[in-house]
């Protein structure tokens, strides 16, 4: 079960106290922290890891059901907290410039992210244990058969458009490597 808004909130904290390292660098720098250098770059190599962590980590524990490493609910609290947080910070590794492959991964970052907002609300919807497992009977029958082919056809549009965002992304990274930092 997923209670109260806590992954949310501490996500929250964390892109205001970002928020605030980024004015600080654009008040010292006098300029947007452009995307191939220190703070721009780096913000957008540490973003890209919490979303590879988002893709990963909770699929995994939800398929590894034998080895019991912690709750599923803290997993999904913590693919809540890396999915926002990191997409945030590529955010503002991007300059505010949305040009070509990044432009567009950019786009299935956010589409993501809303996507996720929406499986979200209708996954709480579902009465289940601590662990996971759904639980009969709290809602009428047909609300919660409703609930769980609402929540089957979320998975078969949020995992494709999460695999798109991986495409383009390494494909950015790639470019973008090649040619903005190992050609200069
Ligand atoms: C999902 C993750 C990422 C997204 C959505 C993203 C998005 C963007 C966007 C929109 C730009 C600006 C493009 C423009 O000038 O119009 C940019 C620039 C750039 N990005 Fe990313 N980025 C991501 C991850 C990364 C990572 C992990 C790296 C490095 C390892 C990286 C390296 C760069 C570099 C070097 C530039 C500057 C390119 C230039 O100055 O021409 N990006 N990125
Ligand atoms: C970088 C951003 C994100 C990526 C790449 C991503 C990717 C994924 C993937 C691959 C799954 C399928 C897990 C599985 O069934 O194996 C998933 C499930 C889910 N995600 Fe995300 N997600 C992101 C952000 C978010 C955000 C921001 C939220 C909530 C606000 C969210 C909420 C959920 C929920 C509720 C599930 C369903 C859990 C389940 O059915 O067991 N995701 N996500």
Same mark, same amino acid.
């Given at each position: 079960?997923?209670?109260?808004?806590?992954?949310?909130?501490?996500?929250?904290?964390?892109?205001?106290?970002?928020?605030?390292?980024?004015? !600080?660098?654009? +008040?010292?720098? *006098?300029? /947007?922290?452009?995307?191939?250098?220190?703070?721009?770059? $780096?913000?957008? @190599?540490? &973003?890209?890891?919490?979303?590879?962590?988002?893709?990963?980590?909770?699929?995994?524990?939800?398929?590894?059901?034998?080895?019991?490493?912690?709750?599923?609910?803290?997993?999904?609290?913590?693919?809540?907290?890396?999915?926002?947080?990191?997409?945030?910070?590529?955010?503002?590794?991007?300059?505010?410039?949305?040009?070509?492959?990044?432009?567009?991964?950019?786009?299935?970052?956010?589409?993501?992210? !809303?996507?996720? +907002?929406?499986? *979200?609300? /209708?996954?709480?919807?579902?009465?289940?244990?601590?662990? $996971?497992?759904? @639980?009969? &009977?709290?809602?009428?029958?047909?609300?919660?058969?409703?609930?769980?082919?609402?929540?089957?056809?979320?998975?078969?549009?949020?995992?494709?458009?999460?695999?798109?965002?991986?495409?383009?992304?390494?494909?950015?990274?790639?470019?973008?490597?090649?040619?903005?930092?190992?050609?200069?």
């Amino acid at each position: 079960m997923l209670r109260g808004n806590k992954e949310l909130w501490v996500a929250f904290i964390v892109m205001v106290m970002i928020t605030t390292l980024y004015g !600080v660098v654009l +008040f010292f720098t *006098r300029e /947007i922290p452009p995307a191939s250098e220190l703070f721009g770059h $780096g913000i957008g @190599i540490v &973003g890209f890891v919490f979303m590879l962590l988002t893709e990963t980590l909770y699929s995994l524990r939800k398929r590894t059901r034998s080895v019991k490493w912690g709750r599923m609910s803290t997993w999904l609290q913590l693919h809540i907290f890396t999915g926002l947080v990191g997409p945030y910070m590529v955010l503002l590794h991007t300059s505010w410039k949305f040009n070509g492959i990044a432009g567009a991964t950019t786009l299935l970052t956010i589409i993501i992210v !809303v996507s996720g +907002f929406i499986g *979200r609300y /209708i996954f709480t919807r579902i009465p289940r244990t601590l662990d $996971g497992l759904e @639980i009969e &009977g709290t809602l009428s029958q047909e609300a919660l058969k409703q609930a769980r082919r609402l929540m089957a056809l979320w998975h078969t549009v949020h995992i494709p458009i999460g695999m798109a965002l991986f495409i383009s992304a390494f494909v950015h990274v790639g470019a973008a490597l090649y040619y903005a930092t190992f050609l200069k």
